[in-house]
């Protein structure tokens, strides 16, 4: 039996009874509201849990056609695809995989809509709806920002043949609580009512992190309901990173200790490939018994293998000196986190493993050489 102790690291662990409770306010909001929730396959995509997840939500959105055939084959229910622009071999295979699928700006519409609708397919027509809510990274993470590549803008719609469009589709928020969501819902609404009387439905996109603490869910449902009366449409979510928040962690193990003027330790995990937003957003994960620089009386600076100096994922202190391998767990490490993986400088890929609702520790992935090497066409 696999504990915590002999758990091989570095090893991204999802907590299954965590996940359940997040996806437990997903139903609430699809009962309660009435909407449709989709599963962002972008942020957080284990097929191996997905027979769990399919009972909780509609279906999966897709970023292209990888996400959309991993999607239709291992989740099931509804698949939706947006993507910025598609390849006309890309748009091809979607339109068979996907019932749904989105176009970026009313030219691609023209330029590819008739294909998508002879294939059988919902269109959706992504909007810029002018609407800044992102809470990290400022421009980096606002679909928003000033010269964004995403979604149709507000003076050209009403070039748009809205009658091939079935879903008014904005995305605009990044980790928001209920006052983005909401504040996104009334903006629409308050902006783009012409358009929406010709659709089915709106999808509000994701970055909705309905289970962050503070987030008002019973505010979110009530927001959801007025629009659906407002509008008579359905209404569609697509959250990826709301839906896993805090249900699993990264496990690492110290490798060696270093002093350049000041205590160095280096880890079998890194942020360069493991945890690639620490340095993209930037952000700090918290270690679990870990406190800030100086907090404890042993403060240590934490770097992965690879030669990226700024491979640093951050400075802690402990109650004891580290020693190689002591175990260090990385808190909130499922979105956006192992689907962004990578192997520079042949670093393993960090292993994939669940802790059942029973407390057993499950291994979904056995990552070896045989993986850095097919990557590299060899
Ligand atoms: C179009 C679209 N939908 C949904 C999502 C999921 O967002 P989140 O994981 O922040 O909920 C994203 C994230 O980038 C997105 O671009």
Same mark, same amino acid.
């Not at 989105?102 to 002018?130: M, T």
């Given at each position: 039996?696999?504990?915590?102790?002999?758990?091989?690291?570095?090893?991204? /662990?999802?907590?299954?009874?965590?996940?359940?409770?997040?996806?437990?306010?997903?139903?609430?909001?699809?009962?309660?509201?009435?909407?449709?929730?989709?599963?962002?396959?972008?942020?957080?995509?284990?097929?191996?849990?997905?027979?769990?997840?399919?009972? *909780?939500?509609?279906?999966?959105?897709?970023?292209?056609?990888?996400?959309?055939?991993?999607?239709?084959?291992?989740?099931?229910?509804?698949?939706?695809? =947006?993507?910025?622009? =598609?390849?006309?071999?890309?748009?091809?295979? /979607?339109?068979?995989?996907?019932?749904? %699928?989105?176009?970026?700006?009313?030219?691609?519409?023209?330029?590819?809509? #008739?294909?998508?609708?002879?294939?059988?397919?919902?269109?959706? !027509?992504?909007?810029?709806?002018?609407?800044?809510?992102?809470?990290?990274?400022?421009? !980096? =993470?606002?679909? +928003?920002?000033?010269?964004?590549?995403?979604?149709?803008?507000?003076?050209?719609?009403?070039?748009?043949?809205?009658?091939?469009?079935?879903?008014?589709? @904005?995305?605009? !928020?990044?980790?928001?609580?209920?006052?983005?969501?909401?504040?996104?819902?009334?903006?629409?609404?308050?902006?783009?009512?012409?358009?929406?009387?010709?659709?089915?439905?709106?999808?509000?996109?994701?970055?909705?992190?309905?289970?962050?603490?503070?987030?008002? @869910?019973?505010?979110?449902? %009530?927001?959801?309901?007025?629009?659906?009366?407002?509008?008579? /449409?359905?209404?569609? $979510?697509?959250?990826?990173?709301?839906?896993? %928040?805090?249900?699993?962690? $990264?496990?690492?193990?110290?490798?060696?200790? #270093?002093?350049?003027?000041?205590?160095?330790?280096?880890?079998?995990?890194?942020?360069?490939?493991?945890?690639?937003?620490?340095?993209? %957003?930037?952000?700090?994960?918290?270690?679990?018994?870990?406190?800030?620089?100086?907090?404890?009386?042993?403060?240590?600076? $934490?770097?992965?293998?690879? +030669?990226?100096?700024?491979?640093?994922?951050?400075?802690?202190?402990?109650?004891?000196?580290?020693?190689?391998?002591?175990?260090?767990?990385?808190?909130?490490?499922? #979105? =956006?986190?192992? @689907?962004?993986?990578?192997?520079?400088?042949?670093?393993?890929?960090?292993?994939?493993?669940?802790?059942?609702?029973?407390?057993?520790?499950?291994? /979904?992935?056995?990552?070896? *050489?045989?993986?850095?090497?097919?990557?590299?066409?060899?």
């Amino acid at each position: 039996m696999i504990t915590d102790a002999t758990l091989p690291t570095p090893t991204f /662990v999802l907590d299954m009874a965590r996940l359940r409770g997040n996806l437990e306010t997903a139903k609430r909001v699809r009962e309660e509201a009435g909407c449709k929730i989709l599963l962002a396959t972008k942020a957080f995509a284990m097929p191996a849990v997905f027979p769990m997840m399919r009972d *909780y939500l509609d279906g999966t959105t897709a970023s292209g056609e990888y996400e959309a055939i991993m999607g239709a084959e291992t989740f099931g229910k509804e698949v939706h695809v =947006y993507s910025p622009a =598609y390849t006309q071999s890309e748009l091809n295979a /979607v339109t068979k995989i996907a019932q749904h %699928v989105y176009f970026n700006s009313a030219q691609q519409l023209e330029q590819w809509g #008739h294909s998508a609708i002879d294939a059988g397919c919902e269109i959706g !027509l992504r909007v810029n709806p002018g609407y800044s809510n992102a809470t990290l990274g400022g421009d !980096l =993470y606002d679909p +928003c920002a000033p010269s964004s590549r995403f979604g149709e803008i507000a003076s050209k719609l009403d070039q748009v043949d809205w009658s091939k469009v079935d879903i008014f589709h @904005v995305h605009a !928020l990044c980790e928001s609580l209920h006052e983005g969501s909401i504040g996104l819902i009334n903006h629409v609404a308050q902006h783009f009512a012409p358009y929406l009387k010709q659709v089915k439905a709106v999808n509000f996109g994701g970055g909705h992190f309905l289970n962050k603490p503070g987030y008002d @869910v019973d505010a979110l449902i %009530v927001a959801i309901k007025a629009f659906k009366t407002q509008f008579d /449409v359905e209404v569609i $979510l697509e959250p990826g990173g709301g839906l896993v %928040v805090n249900t699993g962690e $990264l496990h690492a193990s110290v490798i060696a200790l #270093h002093w350049n003027d000041k205590d160095l330790a280096i880890i079998d995990a890194s942020a360069s490939t493991h945890m690639p937003d620490v340095l993209e %957003v930037p952000y700090r994960p918290d270690i679990i018994g870990a406190g800030e620089a100086n907090e404890k009386a042993h403060t240590y600076t $934490l770097g992965g293998k690879t +030669c990226m100096t700024g491979d640093v994922i951050g400075t802690y202190s402990f109650d004891k000196p580290l020693t190689p391998a002591d175990r260090l767990i990385f808190t909130d490490q499922m #979105h =956006y986190s192992f @689907v962004k993986t990578n192997t520079f400088n042949g670093s393993p890929l960090a292993n994939l493993a669940i802790r059942h609702e029973d407390g057993q520790i499950e291994m /979904v992935s056995n990552f070896g *050489y045989e993986d850095f090497r097919v990557r590299l066409g060899a």
